[in-house]
């Protein structure tokens, strides 16, 4: 039995991808012929023999923790009961167990399973729930907390005691943008009006009816505006921001301004919050630690911030961070300041984890102002211009429909290696006049990790406005999509809002792909090969595919790839390739690269398959391997001498972007001989034996 806290990366990846088919790898690998047979065997109470039991209860993880069908958490409290009395429960998935049933009542379970042991932060954070007010008021500074009698949720009755009061000349403004009143806003601003700072000023700022929160204190004031008149109306020396559901701790404003106060080189600070729910309950299923990071926390100098750096972005989710690290790319991390200590605020939160469509749309915020942040940082790009980056349309509240003549779905990542053929095929197409737009999707074995962001140079003309990106929940209707891969449908999430009237899937290999890509669509998608050699292959399938009527060649941009070859790249010749598959990719590359005593061996890892692939001994000596995160795939391509792809026995013979790109970049491509009808003098030729 595995006796570790770390997700299994089918699981991680299940849990990323937001789909039910994504849930059957991880079934097979736990040693069932599919989640349904699976979960119906454990459900009986037994545990069939040759069941793998971490696995199948990291299944159970992903049935609860996403919960995309309604009987996905009953499925996973049985599952998880059977293989407990059967002895089988990593200490993990006690945890899970535990926290399913406090959420269904049963405390004496619960209890049992604390008893037993559970580890970590889901213990501690149990323990709380259990233990109740004192357990829970140990985790903040003092004053001390209560709760006052009373209806409505405990959160809205948190009481604080008296704390010593604060005077200094340095006004603190704090800034609460709501955009509905009612009693979770009235608890987040008696908890500022309660601050021991006493040099304090609240605005409040929205276009509710406000009346009844300026009668708690004169110090708070009501603008009628957007949200970023706050900014322009402080008169502070230090500006705060309050979570309009949130709750501050008494001493939150004195604590955050004491570092910079001392220190003026210091220009913000954030501190620590605990999330809870509406009766401050710790513990939901699936939360596996207590407290973090809150970036509504911020405070900020006024004149050197808002000088140099510019207004946050007026949206929904994620402003905070994404204001947190501009003022990192400006001024450096060193100028701020975050207290790692007890947590200073209360975060209000569902009962449920956040959605996939809801993590889906804040990685695209992210990836695209990571990237205008890099660009600041280097000194190349303003701080504070207006539509520096894209803001997807759930963020921004627009909700008007898009229509567009092509949409090409991809995985745009720099593992998915969309970008490559994908960024000159938008504007080959929007140079003939007609209306492109990509569209996301992950390939489930690139979100073992992390929800990645996109290729670093296509979200730059995503950012310039030169590309333009849909979400798969957006309100579009489309001519035609084109999936880049089946890859890419095959585990796609469940719900869409895209629309189209044909769909097209670039692959010569027939696969379940047409089934997501119907649910998604709403039209039977027919399949174009890049070549010849994939035709044959689908025409040869049993039962037959839909054809279209022309081929879909691999193609790249020359002109994007390529590189200055002047000069040797190093003493001996540099040979590798970009990895983009599991396990067996990896043990293929080990039995057909050359020696390392003789070449230099690098390659690119773009899913994180080598650690798992070659175990705690590593990859063979002499290998560099390299991530996405070490490299750029065109830097990595200007290392290398010599690509060698090494496919896989029967993979067909037709061009694809990523040798493509090789060529474009000037390596010599390595291939078996039977691509010599499709790359001619362009690539030299021997048997994957002859290599070594």
């Keep these: 039995m595995r006796d570790t806290t770390d997700p299994d990366p089918l699981a991680a990846a299940a849990l990323r991808a937001g789909s039910v088919a994504a849930r059957e790898p991880l079934a097979r690998a736990a040693g069932g012929a599919s989640v349904r047979e699976l979960v119906a065997a454990l459900r009986s109470g037994t545990v069939p023999p040759g069941v793998d039991a971490f696995r199948a209860g990291e299944l159970a993880r992903v049935l609860a923790v996403s919960v995309l069908r309604p009987g996905d958490r009953a499925d996973a409290l049985a599952m998880l009961a059977a293989m407990y009395r059967a002895g089988g429960l990593a200490p993990a998935h006690r945890g899970l167990y535990a926290q399913l049933a406090l959420a269904t009542g049963d405390t004496d379970l619960t209890r049992k399973l604390l008893d037993e042991g559970v580890p970590g932060p889901v213990g501690a954070a149990l323990c709380v729930d259990l233990g109740g007010l004192d357990r829970f008021t140990a985790l903040f500074p003092a004053p001390a907390l209560s709760i006052a009698d009373g209806a409505g949720p405990r959160f809205d009755r948190i009481v604080s005691g008296a704390g010593q009061r604060i005077g200094a000349a340095e006004r603190i403004t704090t800034i609460v943008v709501a955009d509905e009143a009612g009693p979770a806003l009235l608890t987040a601003v008696r908890s500022l009006v309660a601050q021991t700072w006493t040099n304090h000023e609240i605005l409040v700022v929205g276009d509710a009816g406000h009346e009844d929160i300026a009668a708690l204190d004169p110090r708070i004031r009501i603008i009628r505006s957007s949200a970023n008149a706050g900014l322009d109306a402080a008169t502070g020396d230090f500006i705060a921001f309050g979570d309009p559901a949130g709750w501050s701790h008494p001493v939150r404003l004195e604590r955050q301004a004491a570092p910079m106060r001392a220190d003026p080189a210091l220009v913000a600070t954030t501190s620590n919050g605990l999330e809870v729910t509406a009766d401050l309950r710790i513990s939901r299923v699936g939360m596996t630690r207590i407290g973090s990071v809150n970036p509504a926390s911020l405070m900020i100098r006024r004149e050197r911030v808002l000088g140099a750096v510019g207004h946050p972005h007026p949206v929904r989710r994620d402003a905070d961070v994404e204001y947190v690290e501009r003022i990192r790319a400006v001024f450096g991390r060193a100028a701020t300041v975050h207290l790692d200590s007890e947590p200073l605020a209360l975060i209000r939160c569902a009962d449920e984890p956040e959605s996939v469509v809801d993590a889906r749309v804040r990685r695209s915020y992210r990836s695209a102002f990571q990237a205008w942040h890099h660009h600041v940082a280097a000194g190349v790009a303003p701080a504070h211009r207006t539509g520096a980056n894209v803001i997807p349309r759930r963020l921004r509240g627009a909700a008007v429909p898009g229509t567009y003549d092509v949409v090409l779905a991809g995985d ?172 067996d990719e990896w043990r293929r590359l080990s039995a057909g690269l050359p020696d390392p005593g003789r070449v230099d061996v690098r390659l690119l890892d773009g899913t994180g398959a080598a650690a798992r692939a070659f175990g705690r001994f590593g990859p063979p000596h002499g290998w560099l391997v390299y991530t996405p995160a070490d490299v750029s795939v065109r830097n990595f391509l200007y290392q290398l001498d010599y690509y060698l792809p090494l496919p896989a026995a029967g993979q067909h013979t037709d061009p694809d972007p990523e040798v493509l790109t090789a060529l474009a970049a000037g390596c010599v491509a390595v291939l078996p001989p039977p691509f010599a009808e499709a790359f001619g003098d362009a690539a030299v030729y021997c048997a994957p034996d002859d290599t070594t």
């Design 412 to 583: 745009w990542t720099g593992a998915g290696g969309a970008a490559r053929s994908g960024v000159g095929r938008i504007r080959e197409l929007m140079a003939l006049g007609l209306r492109t737009a990509l569209l996301h999707l992950d390939v489930l074995a690139h979100l073992r990790h992390e929800l990645a962001n996109l290729d670093t140079g296509l979200q730059d003309l995503i950012n310039a406005g030169a590309v333009e990106q849909v979400e798969l929940d957006d309100d579009v209707r489309v001519r035609l999509v084109v999936a880049q891969s089946a890859d890419v449908l095959s585990h796609a999430p469940d719900g869409s809002g895209v629309r189209a009237d044909q769909v097209v899937i670039e692959s010569s290999a027939a696969s379940a792909a047409a089934r997501p890509g119907r649910r998604l669509f709403g039209v039977e998608p027919v399949w174009a090969p890049p070549g010849p050699a994939g035709r044959r292959a689908l025409t040869a399938t049993p039962g037959g595919v839909p054809l279209a009527a022309v081929d879909l060649p691999g193609t790249v941009d020359a002109a994007a790839w390529r590189v200055d070859r002047r000069g040797p790249r190093a003493d001996r010749p540099v040979v590798g390739r970009c990895c983009h598959g599991g396990r």
